[in-house]
């Protein structure tokens, strides 16, 4: 009866196995990244006894998990793709938060509601406050916006930074389990350590939420993990670092970098998925532009607002000075570079700015400027300086091949955009000179009021005479020079500024322009101001600064919104993976709780065979005695 | 396909966390009124929602510039129609002087009264507004623009310029009129020409009945009736220096007619007395009743004194009823802006209530919709949270006893 005795300690055995791989199963319901393992039972080589093939009982051949490693695979990407759209959504979100926060549309509506009351009682010195608190709330407006983007600039420099040292610590952790696999599947003679798998399939998971990845196994048990376009990060059991790096033009942009033979790259451009690859994304195609489009606000609005604010006569009798300060344009050079150019707004092609950054780069005999936002070239040859889009670009010292810089015209124009005049007096609100008709003229003729057509003439604030002849027909300005033959409603230019008379003249009939001194309540240069706002200025010459603004909270919002949509369809897609791979791997209850009783009943009916056997075995001691 | 344990939690836990979303989604769209919470919502809407926010700020403010506007213009007619009123007391005045029975203190007393109304237009013509402003002063508003010299002469020191106000996307209005139009440039005699007697003559022969006959042959040239014995006179061009009729005979109230005018000459003129009738020119209303009110005050002790006192009070009576038909005139053209200020509000108006609409259709929720929304969320979450006990209830091992 050995037989029967041994068949029935095999099946206990196995039968423990079973029972306890179950309950393996049971204990891991929640651990993440498990997957179900079961026991391969075979039955014993049987025995020749003469009349046939008698069993031997039953081994374990193996205990294997339930993987798909091309499940997982598909997973790793879904979840790649999934961290991206959820982490670019999040993002821009929250600058169209900034954006749609309603501060900034009231303070430039403000600035214009109270730029026209001073405009209804120039000579009033509460109204000239009003409006200048109201230019000082709408430049803090423009500060504070940018400064929620350099906040925002700074979380994703952190966010990379955070992100490598996340990755570093996955890489490291994969090369030691390379190893323990490794050696594992030495000691187990081949038989998987599956837990050691599931850990290293976890990992690999929790890492291509961070950046998208390849793998590829190797016939150790090790698997080389590849980031970008083939960067290898783990190779066996060992693994190499990432770094965050400035960028190498500009220091305020974090970049990914990898350091290869000594040589530290940045190998941003390289990763297409993941939350990297989302921040990324974000910055190059939402925070910057946005940040752009703001500058170039704060530029416009204050470089034609100081113009017009200069054609005009303040409460001292003076022309007016700048309304507004801004920041300046940014020229990043490589510090390889032999030549300097230097990069300047252009007052009269305000319209064409874009919103883009700009790469330049030497090749030897021309320029090659590439606007960044949509990689658009153009070859500037010569010695400059170059008018493109708004800017113009001067070459200073001799450039060399291979110079380059990065130029942002618009990133840091809001920042330092302040107010320039505090003296309410100072408010150049007046017309700089009056037109008037002597109260002893005979004829019938009448003068219009000056218009200003250029500020910076010398002899703007000159007094100008206008007298007619005998006959009429002509007329002699301050009593000397040619006389000129006289049109009704002809412009007469003088001096930068504009007159038409109308009407009939009489001999010695005298028209008059004096400097406006004391035209406190003139508002004529305050009107021209007021006519900005709705003036189509920039985006060549097609948005008001209003428009301007609206637009960019358009645009962030179309972006966050379409974020939104894929991110939700990257979703679904990843729920889809994440139930296929389940479907294979992880636990149901339901089957645990069915399999102990099977294996149960199976180790119940061993233990019956031992005492079967058990008793057989007493009744042959039995009947002998 | 195998369901497992952790799917069916899941699943179900993310129905109640979806739903839960959907319910705070509407519950907040209800709670704030608004359907866009940030542009992402609806990124088109969220910029013309701006855009009409702006256009109807700028409404709000064209509204206030038109009241501001009309305020002022109601201010300056006012001051206008004082003037006006006094003017007409004036005429009176004179037309009462006029009368000779009036004996020469009598007519000082009616001066002095003159005088007095002669500073009730100052006084008009120099008003402030609420802002503290000089109505008539042109845009040199803190500054007095009447004052009166030495030689009591009223002269204007504002200037010809007059705000603007905006009161519609490119559209200003002048808030009024300089006090060099409504008080300065008022031209006497009869608008065209104007007559005068003299200052050396001796007779009793005065012009009347000066009109414009023929407007295109009319010169702004001086122009000189000079008696060369009794009845005979020369007619010569002062500005061209030539003699244009010579040796005419003189017939009492017969019509002179020249430079497209006809004048009258009536009277006894003696040899030498002079009749200047020369190109209208610019009197301010002041000069107007100064004058008037001097040659009222005058002793009238001779034949030529009494004459020249009917010959200038007739000339006064022109130049105030040319004064009212300018003040008249200034009055309709403020009214004019009234009435365009007037259609600008309502068409203001209106916009603004079209703007409105527009934004509160891309902003404001359908209440209605919204409210039926969540309370339909709000079914399906409790049901959904239902489901999940019921779903996670169900276990074999719960049958394992």
Redesign the interface.
């Known amino acids: 009866m050995p037989g029967a005795f041994d068949i029935g300690v095999s099946a206990l055995l196995a039968s423990q196995r079973q029972l306890s791989t179950t309950s393996h199963n049971i204990a891991n319901?929640?651990t993440e990244g498990y997957s179900r393992q079961k026991v391969s039972l075979v039955q014993r080589p049987p025995e020749f006894v003469g009349a046939g093939f008698l069993g031997k009982g039953v081994d374990v051949s193996a205990i294997t998990r339930s993987a798909d490693q091309f499940l997982n695979a598909q997973l790793r990407n879904s979840a790649a793709g999934e961290a991206r759209a959820a982490l670019f959504g999040q993002m821009?979100?929250q600058v169209?938060?900034v954006?749609?926060d309603g501060t900034f549309?009231?303070a430039?509506?403000r600035y214009?509601?109270t730029l026209?009351?001073v405009?209804?009682?120039?000579?009033?010195a509460p109204a000239r406050e009003v409006f200048l608190s109201a230019a000082k709330t709408l430049t803090n407006r423009f500060q504070d916006l940018d400064a929620r983007f350099s906040v925002l600039n700074e979380s994703v420099n952190q966010g990379i930074a955070r992100r490598v040292t996340q990755i570093n610590s996955f890489t490291s952790a994969l090369a030691s389990l390379n190893r323990d696999i490794t050696q594992a599947l030495g000691v187990g003679q081949g038989q998987p350590p599956n837990d050691l798998l599931d850990q290293r399939d976890h990992l690999l998971q929790e890492m291509s939420r961070v950046v998208s990845l390849s793998t590829l196994e190797q016939p150790d048990g090790a698997v080389s993990v590849f980031i970008g376009n083939g960067q290898l990060l783990v190779n066996g059991s060992t693994s190499v670092p990432l770094v965050a790096i400035a960028n190498s033009l500009d220091s305020a942009r974090t970049e990914v970098g990898l350091t290869s033979g000594g040589v530290t790259t940045a190998i941003s451009d390289a990763i297409t998925n993941g939350e990297f690859a989302g921040l990324l994304a974000f910055r190059d195609e939402i925070l910057d532009p946005s940040r752009n489009a703001i500058g170039r606000l704060a530029a416009t609005l204050s470089l034609t607002m100081n113009a017009q604010h200069r054609a005009g006569l303040d409460l001292k009798g003076a022309l007016g000075g700048d309304l507004f300060a801004f920041g300046s344009t940014t020229v990043n050079g490589a510090p390889s570079n032999a030549g300097t150019v230097t990069l300047a707004l252009d007052p009269a092609a305000l319209g064409n700015l874009t919103d883009s950054d700009y790469r330049l780069v030497h090749n030897g005999t021309d320029f090659i400027l590439t606007r960044l936002t949509d990689g658009s070239q153009q070859t500037l040859s010569g010695a400059g300086p170059f008018a493109v889009d708004g800017l113009t670009i001067t070459v200073g010292s001799a450039p060399a091949a291979g110079d380059q810089y990065l130029l942002q015209p618009s990133r840091y124009l809001a920042r330092g955009m302040t107010t320039q005049i505090t003296d309410p007096l100072k408010l150049a609100l007046?017309?700089p000179v009056?037109?008037?008709?002597d109260?002893?003229?005979?004829?019938s003729a009448q003068i219009r009021?000056p218009q200003i057509l250029d500020a910076t003439a010398a002899g703007l604030l000159t007094p100008a005479q206008l007298v007619f002849a005998t006959p009429p027909t002509s007329f002699q300005i301050n009593g000397a020079g040619p006389l000129i033959p006289y049109t009704s409603g002809a412009n007469i230019d003088l001096n930068g500024w504009r007159i038409q008379i109308t009407g009939t003249p009489?001999?010695g009939d005298t028209f008059r322009i004096d400097p406006?001194t004391?035209?406190?309540?003139?508002?004529?240069n305050g009107?021209a101001l007021?006519?900005l706002?709705?003036t189509e200025i920039l985006v060549g010459g097609t948005a008001s600064y209003?428009?301007s603004?609206?637009?960019l909270?358009?645009?962030?919002?179309?972006r966050?919104?379409q974020?939104?949509i894929s991110r939700d369809a990257l979703r679904v897609q990843l729920?889809n993976a994440e139930?296929?791979r389940?479907?294979?791997s992880?636990?149901?209850?339901?089957e645990e709780?069915?399999n102990?009783?099977r294996f149960q009943q199976a180790f119940q009916a061993a233990a019956q065979i031992i005492q079967v056997t058990n008793e057989t075995f007493n009744a042959l001691i039995q009947a002998v005695r | 396909?195998?369901?497992?344990?952790?799917?069916i939690f899941f699943r179900s836990l993310?129905g109640v966390l979806n739903l839960q979303e959907e319910v705070q989604k509407y519950q907040q769209q209800v709670a704030t009124g608004k359907r866009i919470q940030?542009?992402?919502?609806?990124?088109?809407g969220?910029?013309?929602s701006?855009?009409l926010?702006?256009r109807l700020?700028?409404l709000?403010?064209f509204d206030?510039?038109a009241n501001?506007a009309s305020l002022r213009l109601s201010e300056q007619e006012s001051a206008i129609e004082g003037t006006q009123n006094t003017l007409q007391r004036v005429r009176e005045l004179i037309l009462q002087t006029k009368n000779r029975s009036l004996s020469v203190a009598d007519r000082r007393f009616v001066a002095a009264e003159v005088g007095e109304r002669l500073n009730e237009v100052f006084n008009l013509a120099n008003k402030r507004n609420s802002?503290n402003?000089y109505i008539f002063?042109?845009?040199?508003?803190?500054?007095i623009p009447f004052t009166t010299n030495a030689a009591g002469t009223v002269l204007?020191t504002g200037?010809?310029?007059v705000?603007?106000?905006?009161i519609a996307?490119?559209r200003?209005i002048g808030e009024g009129l300089s006090g060099?139009d409504v008080f300065?440039?008022i031209r006497n005699g009869n608008g065209t020409f104007v007559t005068n007697l003299g200052a050396a003559n001796t007779g009793t022969g005065r012009v009347i009945n000066g009109q414009v006959t023929d407007i295109t042959a009319f010169t702004?040239d001086s122009l000189r009736v000079v008696f060369t014995a009794a009845n005979t006179y020369d007619l010569i061009n002062d500005t061209t220096g030539a003699t244009v009729q010579s040796g005419q005979t003189y017939t009492d109230g017969a019509a002179l007619a020249f430079n497209g005018v006809t004048v009258a000459i009536t009277g006894v003129p003696a040899v030498g007395d002079e009749f200047l009738i020369g190109?209208?020119?610019?009197q301010?209303v002041f000069a107007t009743i100064a004058k008037a009110k001097q040659d009222m005050s005058v002793d009238l002790v001779s034949p030529e004194l009494s004459a020249k006192f009917s010959f200038n009070l007739d000339r006064a009576l022109g130049d105030i009823d040319l004064a009212m038909d300018s003040l008249n005139s200034i009055r309709a053209q403020i009214g004019a802006r009234q009435n365009a200020l007037e259609s600008q509000t309502t068409t203001n108006a209106d916009v603004s209530v079209q703007l409105e609409a527009v934004k509160s259709h891309l902003e404001d929720v359908d209440m209605v919709a919204a409210i039926s929304h969540l309370a339909r969320q709000s079914q399906a979450l409790e049901a959904a949270q239902q489901a999940f006990v019921r779903v996670q209830g169900l276990?074999?091992?719960n049958f394992?006893r």
Not at chain 1, 439 to 443: E, P, R
Not at chain 1, 586 to 590: F, G, H, M, Q
Not at chain 2, 1 to 7: A, G, H, L, V, Y
Not at chain 2, 137 to 142: K, P, Q, S, V, Y
């Open positions: 319901i929640n821009t979100a169209d938060a954006l749609s549309g009231p430039i509506e214009f509601s026209q009351d405009n209804n009682d120039p000579s009033s007046a017309n009056k037109s008037s008709a109260l002893t003229n005979i004829g009021a009489n001999a406006n004391n035209g406190r309540g003139d508002n004529r009107l007021s006519n706002r709705s209003q428009d603004y609206s637009q909270v358009g645009r962030v919002g179309a966050g919104q974020a939104q729920q139930a296929s389940d479907a294979v992880a636990v149901n209850l339901d709780a069915a102990l009783i | 396909m195998r369901i497992t344990s952790n799917q993310n940030q542009a992402a919502d609806d990124p088109v969220a910029a013309q701006l855009d926010g702006n700020g700028a709000k403010q206030r510039n501001l802002s402003e002063a042109g845009t040199a508003a803190d500054a204007y200037n010809q310029n705000r603007e106000l905006e996307e490119g200003t060099a300065m440039a702004t190109p209208s020119q610019n301010s276990s074999l091992f394992l």
